[in-house]
């Protein structure tokens, strides 16, 4: 797993806190090159490596293809973080994502309706682009994924 590697002091990536320890929203350089957020959690808990929708004000939900349309950003939640509570999603790197059934590795991946996961399979409006994952895979688990500025496409747009 990656360390923080930002000046911020007390970043522990596996915390989760029910009083925010950080202002929300902010966001610390990793050791795999990639960058951590620090958001609360809010219509629901966020499950162990679960895809993330991050609101402009730094709060997450579990991505679907309905919240997916309209997230500002895209990350993954390295540990559960209960409803309410605040902790650390991923936003580049080397991550850990929940992906369906029969994945490929290195094909575009899409949002998908069950909360958190990621698929393959086409959705239109739901292309998540700025992460693939690395391994094929046969049920439906959590894989390795390299992400750079995960968001979900918009029509018409790179």
């Given amino acids: 797993m990656a360390i923080s590697n930002s000046s911020v002091i ?6 989760v806190d029910s009083t925010a320890q950080f202002p929300v929203g902010t966001i610390v350089n990793l ?9 609360q959690a809010t219509t629901s808990a966020l499950s162990t490596y679960a895809a993330v929708s991050i609101d402009a ?7 679907t293809t309905t919240n997916g349309a ?10 559960s973080i209960a409803t309410g509570a605040f902790g650390w999603v991923n936003l580049g790197g080397t991550v850990l994502v929940n992906a369906a059934a029969q994945c490929a590795p290195s094909v575009p991946l899409y949002t998908t309706a069950t909360p958190g996961v990621l698929d393959d399979a086409i959705v239109s409006g739901g292309y998540v682009a ?26 018409g747009t790179p």
């Fill in 31 to 39: 050791s795999d090159s990639g960058q951590a957020m620090y958001v």
């Fill in 57 to 63: 004000n730094g709060l997450a939900t579990m991505l």
């Fill in 70 to 79: 309209t997230s500002p950003r895209i990350g993954f939640a390295q540990v």
């Fill in 10 to 15: 007390g970043v522990n990536l596996t915390r």
């Fill in 130 to 155: 700025g992460v693939i994952i690395t391994t094929t895979i046969s049920n439906a688990t959590a894989t390795t994924a390299v992400c750079q500025y995960p968001h979900v496409a918009k029509i």
